[in-house]
């Protein structure tokens, strides 16, 4: 029993990274879609460079803001002659002055960093939740295909067992037989890569949350994905790019880039006033004459300032390349915005379009397609229809139920890539420190 006390805070240690390590999970045993990005934003080694990116830029703001540092100096002279002997101690403090407004541009500057640093914190988060969220998608449509491969299989099982005894019986002919087999055959091909879209997708999912790659094996994915409405589809574009424009973090961390190089001309032209110095001290001296046997001694301050002289540098050329690189990321805010306004317009029509798709063959589908085509696998076995109608009809649905799970996963991924374009959060009411 003490053996046991002593080893259980290293058994709980172990118990408690082992649970990191499990996929995360809802109460009804699957993940969703939100329990992904919370296992992603804790994992993701881009958050974690981007926050410390934002702490690095906070502490240069607070050291932006320290005043410069005094001098102290002491110096000691010393001259003989014919026997007498001088000796001087001077003690000197001096600290210079930021007269110009040096101090108040370099923290300006710093602030905004900060700011930057944060926007792009936002727009790195906006990024993974975006892959996950077409992961997830991925994977549950890859899931979906699986298990319609299965079906399909488990259909052309059927339809071989009953062509071998029609063969038997010389009720079909040995062409259509092989024509069977070689169907059959494709499917299993099909089916077999629908088993390897599925083991990559879930490897895709597991390695942004974090989880190792043989996790994704045991992710408990729903069988469908969740029906999610976004009312950003029934905004108008203007209002798209409006809101992009206001809402988009790496839009507003290029606007802030532009105020930093603004901010950092500023600091060059300001650079250009000298910088005073104030100087005060002690000074003693001692004066001894040995063959007089006198000893004389002075002491009193010292005060000065002192001015560099912009004499050979006025600092011309570095406020000049300073005010050209403020033009340069003004005019990349432009390329930006430019480029922002493509990925909403090409993100919206992208949705709509996939909408539309989705619209006109879900009618098609669903439990009463596959009702139907149980019905024909049946008509089949009964022999009501031909070899050839059969595999039509498998065909038919084989094609129109993986363009229409396609299509699902297309939707929703279309939603997440307008929810970035835009700015919006998936789930707006998360913690960006989740």
């Given amino acids: 029993m003490r053996q046991l006390g002593v080893f259980r805070p290293a058994l709980t240690i172990f118990a408690s990274g082992s649970a990191l390590l499990l996929p995360p999970r809802s109460a009804d045993g699957q993940l969703t879609l939100n329990a ?17 990116a934002v702490n690095a830029a906070a502490d240069r703001e607070r050291q932006a803001g320290a005043f410069l540092n005094p001098t102290l100096a002491y ?17 000197q403090f001096e600290q210079p002055l930021e007269v110009g407004g040096q101090r108040a541009a370099r923290r300006e500057a710093a602030r905004l960093r900060r700011e930057g640093a944060e926007a792009r914190l936002a727009a790195t988060m906006g990024q993974l939740d975006f892959d996950v969220a077409r992961a997830f998608a991925f994977a549950v449509a890859a ?4 298990r319609l491969a299965e079906r399909t299989a488990s259909a052309f099982t059927e339809a071989q067992r009953v062509s071998e005894q029609r063969l038997t019986a010389g009720d079909v002919s040995g062409y259509s037989a092989r ?7 494709r499917f299993a091909a099909v089916r077999a890569g629908a088993a390897l879209e599925r ?6 999912l597991s390695t942004l949350m974090g989880l190792p790659t043989a996790a994704g094996d045991s992710l408990a994915l729903p069988d469908e994905l969740p029906a999610t409405a976004t009312a950003l589809a029934a905004l108008s574009l203007d209002s798209l790019l409006q809101r992009a424009e206001r809402e988009r973090a790496d839009v507003r961390a290029v606007a802030l880039d532009a105020a930093v190089a603004s901010a950092e001309a500023r600091l060059a032209a300001r650079e250009r006033i000298p910088t005073p110095t104030l100087s005060a001290g002690y000074k003693g001296e001692r004066l001894a004459d040995p063959s007089l046997g006198s000893l004389t001694g002075f002491r009193g301050i010292i005060a000065g ?7 050979f540098d006025r600092r011309a050329s ?14 990349e805010v432009d390329v930006a915005r430019r480029r922002v306004g493509r990925e909403v317009t090409d993100a919206l029509d992208a949705l709509r379009a996939a909408e539309a798709q989705r619209a006109a063959l879900a009618p098609h589908l669903g439990a009463d397609a596959r009702i139907a085509v149980q019905a024909v696998q049946a008509s089949y076995v009964e022999g009501e229809i031909t070899l050839l109608e059969w595999l039509d009809a ?6 129109a139920e993986s363009t229409y799970l396609t299509l699902q996963a297309e939707v929703a991924i279309r939603q997440a890539a307008l929810a970035r374009a835009v700015g919006t959060a998936l789930f707006p009411s998360d913690s960006p420190d989740q």
Avoid at 318 to 331: L, N, P, Q, T, Y
């Fill in 199 to 204: 083991r990559s997708t879930r490897t895709a």
């Fill in 143 to 146: 899931d979906q295909r699986v």
């Fill in 179 to 185: 024509r069977l087999r070689l169907e059959a055959a």
């Fill in 36 to 52: 992904a990005l919370t296992a992603a934003r804790r994992a993701s080694p881009e958050l974690r460079a981007a926050r410390e």
């Fill in 318 to 331: 570095a406020v000049a390349a300073a005010e050209s690189d403020a033009r340069r990321v003004a005019a």
């Fill in 305 to 311: 300032v002192s001015i560099p002289l912009p004499v």
């Fill in 394 to 399: 498998v065909r038919a649905y084989q094609d």
């Fill in 75 to 91: 110096s000691r002279e010393q001259t003989s002659r014919a026997g007498q002997t001088n000796a001087q101690d001077i003690a």
